[in-house]
């Protein structure tokens, strides 16, 4: 089986520019979950969508969004990129979106590096 | 609101001698603990997960992690490290009927052969 499939793997970009970055889910996965990873920070969660709704949001500006679509690939958008936006951004699956009966599996992220 | 604190942010361990990451918790209502671990240029892969049941649990690569209620602790121990977990390890929680999973802040585990 597939895993979580995240492109593209790498972008840079310029302040002030948009991005949107890709995320296919295991098969057969309905939540997909998104959260940014920076050395200073840590992994920090953005939100998570299940059967196409935003289920659950974090902290972040509303220049972070996201959806999903109703083959459970998600997408995430960041618009007015700021130098602070550089990032490991990953993507997570799971089966029905409870950490009980299935746990997060992650891809291998997108680095984006905002110039 | 639930957190996660991972005591020590790097671990320099010989090789083939054991290990213990620390990490404790904190929340309100039940969790879920889980260590995740991440390879260079790669994302997060589980390595072992608690959810009910017995405390001591087992996970991949030899690795094993106890759950305390009473010290809200979950760490991570290995009995004789090899070069090959050389990595960085996450511990989480996430609580009942909630996807959202809360991150440590991580440890670097370095294997000096």
């Known amino acids: 089986k597939a895993g979580v499939t995240q492109t593209p793997r790498y972008l840079i970009k310029t302040r002030g520019q948009q991005v949107t970055l890709s995320c296919s889910p295991i098969?057969?996965?309905?939540?997909v979950s998104w959260y940014q990873q920076t050395p200073g920070q840590g992994l920090q969660f953005l939100f998570e969508?299940?059967?196409?709704?935003?289920?659950n949001k974090g902290n972040f500006p509303g220049r972070f969004s996201g959806r999903q679509f109703s083959n459970s690939r998600s997408e995430m958008n960041v618009s007015t990129l700021e130098l602070g936006d550089s990032a490991l951004y990953l993507c997570?699956?799971?089966?029905?979106?409870?950490?009980?009966?299935?746990?997060?599996?992650f891809g291998n992220g997108t680095r984006l590096t905002v110039t | 609101a639930q957190s996660v604190t991972q005591l020590d942010s790097q671990v320099p361990v010989f090789e083939e001698a054991p290990v213990e990451l620390r990490c404790n918790y904190s929340?309100?209502?039940?969790?879920?603990l889980f260590w995740y671990v991440q390879y260079p240029n790669q994302g997060l892969q589980l390595l072992l997960k608690?959810?009910?049941?017995?405390?001591l649990v087992k996970g991949i690569n030899g690795f094993e992690a106890e759950f305390n209620k009473s010290q809200t602790s979950f760490h991570l121990r290995k009995p004789s490290v090899h070069i090959s977990d050389t990595a960085e390890y996450f511990c989480?929680?996430?609580?009942?009927?909630?996807?959202?999973?809360?991150f440590g802040t991580g440890t670097r585990l370095t294997i000096i052969p």
């Open positions: 997570a699956s799971s089966l029905e979106g409870d950490s009980y009966n299935s746990p997060l599996h």
């Open positions: 098969s057969g996965h309905r939540s």
């Open positions: 969508y299940f059967s196409e709704t935003q289920r």
């Open positions: 929340s309100s209502v039940s969790v879920y």
């Open positions: 608690y959810l009910s049941g017995s405390t």
């Open positions: 989480a929680v996430s609580e009942l009927g909630n996807e959202k999973l809360t």
